[in-house]
Each structure stands twice: as C-alpha cells, then as structure tokens.
C-alpha cells in the first residue's frame, strides 16, 4: 500500500469509456447513500505493455511523483506507468538475488521516493529506488514455531519511521525501522479476538500513523493505534451492504477507507469509526462491479484510485471530482 495515498513510452493496453460513477449504497440492496458522496469518473485500465500483459496483478501504489508501481507478481516485476498510465519501464525478474522476485504481492512507497517490496516466495522484503534499482533485501525474523515468514505486504509509517510487514502465514506483524531497516518488535497473534489475525493480507497505514490490518478469513479490517493497541474492527462476515464477505486491500484518505471484497467485485467505503458511507458506484446508484478487486491506492493529490483486478489482469484508474 501507499504511504502518499493521503498526500497523494508504451500505451495503455486498453482505454474504457468514461463512465460516471459515484461512492453510494448499492442501489439493489435498498441501503442509503451517503450524503457527502463524491462523483468520480471510470478514466481507463492499464493491462500491461503491449504483448507482455499482467498476470495476475495483486497490488499498487503511489510514488513520490505520482508514477504508478503496479506489482505483477506470477510475472516476478515491477510495472511502472506516469501520471497519464503511459507505461515508462519495469524491474525485476525471477530468482532469489538481489532486486529478483518469487511471486511478490504487496508493495509500497516512502516520501522520499524509494519502493518497498514483498518478496513473499523469498520470505523477505526488499527496498529500490524510484528508478527500480535494488538497495537491500531483507528477510523476515524465522518464528518459534518454524513456520516459513510470508510476507504478502509493506506499508510506511513516515512520521514515526517505521515499516510494517505483514506475516500471512505465522498470522502476525512485523515492525521494522525504517531508517536501517533493523528488525524491532511483532504485534498480534492467531485468532480471532482483539489484536489477534487470522491469515494478515494487505495492510495500510494512515497520516497519523495509524495501522490497517486487512484480514479476509476473520471478514475484517482491525485498527491499530501507533502503539499497537487495538482500535475497532471494521465490518465483519455477510453480503449485505457494510459487510465483507472476502476482503483483500484498504486504502486509507483522511477519514475514509476504501476496501475491497474480491469475491463480492466491490468496493466498499467506511469512515475511521466503523460507520458504512456506501459502494463505489454508478451514476445511478448501482453498485460497480470489478473481476476480483484486490489490490487498491489512493492519489489524494490527483483525486484517484487504483483498483487492482487480480483475474482481469488489469489496473482500474477512477478519479472523483
């Protein structure tokens, strides 16, 4: 995830009509909208370059100068596209050396514009440039219980320095310095209560240092406090409108989230307390449907977001008003 998504030459492979659309209650379901709603415009999809398409894309974020990092992980690369989706290069290939992926899944950035890789295969996270040149690649601490480090994830605490890496398998956070990248402490254990995970995924963190667990087998976000003291969980189990049936990315701006179910096609917007403000939708009210959403940025500074569509193969650019 993004750590700007609050400050925040090939062509594109395919360009969607433009379509209004709005952050709404889904129209079938009967539920309210939200009356502070933003109307936002479907502008394009990003597909890959042109003859080597994504596979199985899983998560995006922000740089520093608004370029877009698209992780397309069972391809082993970074993808890397400027404001207006023009694909500008990639990095990365298969393999265990330095600046080489096994099927990364999550990514992030930093102010000062270096990206953030999780190398899940290689049970490590690594660190590049802007430019995709590898800096250090750093693998996560082997548990008590001997259970491989998976990491599917990396978001940036700016303010107090800190790099949070989530551990899907051992189902528990790893928090790191950023400044040295020097391993500090782990927050969390198995289960299903407060500060327990069951099976961690994507994760976001928002201006004021606060940390967004995304967990889809407990059907929840869980909020932590910089201090690692559980806050609230966000949604739970269901179909209905303010539920989650299987969440996979968060997206944090101001004092909305932006959450994605990749097996109900939506994405769902809920205030920092919890309360439901609606689905990312048409201009009608009709709830937008995306090919399992998985991955998803905000650019506060450009009024975007990127939706990844994990079994489209494809990056969805929405920009509200």
């Given amino acids: 995830m993004d750590v700007n998504s609050c400050t925040m030459g090939i062509k594109l492979s395919l360009v969607l009509g433009l379509a209004a659309v709005t952050v709404a209650a889904q129209h079938e379901a009967g539920a309210k909208n939200d009356r502070s709603a933003t109307t936002a415009t479907v502008r394009a999809v990003i597909a890959g370059p042109s003859g080597d398409p994504f596979n199985m894309p899983s998560d995006a974020a922000v740089g520093r100068n608004g370029?877009?990092?698209?992780?397309d992980g069972v391809n082993h690369r970074v993808v890397v596209?400027?404001?207006e989706g023009q694909i500008q290069f990639q990095f990365g290939s298969r393999g265990s050396e330095l600046g080489q992926f096994a099927y990364p899944l999550g990514i992030a950035a930093d102010p000062n514009g270096n990206i953030y890789v999780a190398d899940s295969g290689n049970h490590r996270f690594q660190?590049?440039?802007?430019?995709?040149?590898?800096?250090?690649?750093?693998p996560l601490p082997l548990p008590?219980?001997?259970i491989p480090?998976?990491?599917?994830?990396?978001?940036?605490d700016a303010n107090r320095r800190r790099l949070y890496v989530t551990d899907n398998d051992n189902h528990v956070i790893h928090v790191f310095s950023l400044a040295d990248h020097r391993f500090e402490s782990v927050w969390g254990s198995p289960g299903q209560d407060q500060r327990q995970f069951r099976f961690p995924f994507l994760i976001d963190t928002s201006l004021d240092g606060?940390?967004?667990?995304?967990?889809?087998?407990n059907t929840r976000v869980q909020i932590l406090n910089p201090e690692g003291k559980f806050v609230n969980f966000i949604a739970g189990w269901g179909i209905k409108p303010g539920q989650l049936f299987r969440p996979k990315g968060v997206a944090v701006c101001s004092d909305r989230l932006y959450v994605t179910d990749s097996y109900l096609g939506h994405v769902q917007v809920f205030a920092r307390d919890g309360k439901f403000l609606g689905v990312l939708a048409d201009a009608t009210g009709t709830a937008m449907s995306f090919i399992t959403p998985t991955g998803i940025t905000v650019d506060a500074k450009r009024k975007r977001l990127y939706v990844v569509e994990l079994k489209a193969h494809r990056v969805c650019r929405v920009d509200w008003e």
């Fill in 127 to 138: 660190v590049f440039t802007a430019a995709g040149r590898p800096l250090e690649a750093v």
């Fill in 149 to 156: 480090p998976d990491p599917t994830d990396v978001a940036v």
């Fill in 210 to 217: 606060y940390l967004f667990v995304v967990e889809p087998i």
């Fill in 81 to 83: 596209c400027d404001t």
């Fill in 67 to 71: 370029n877009l990092y698209i992780l």
């Fill in 144 to 146: 008590a219980s001997g």
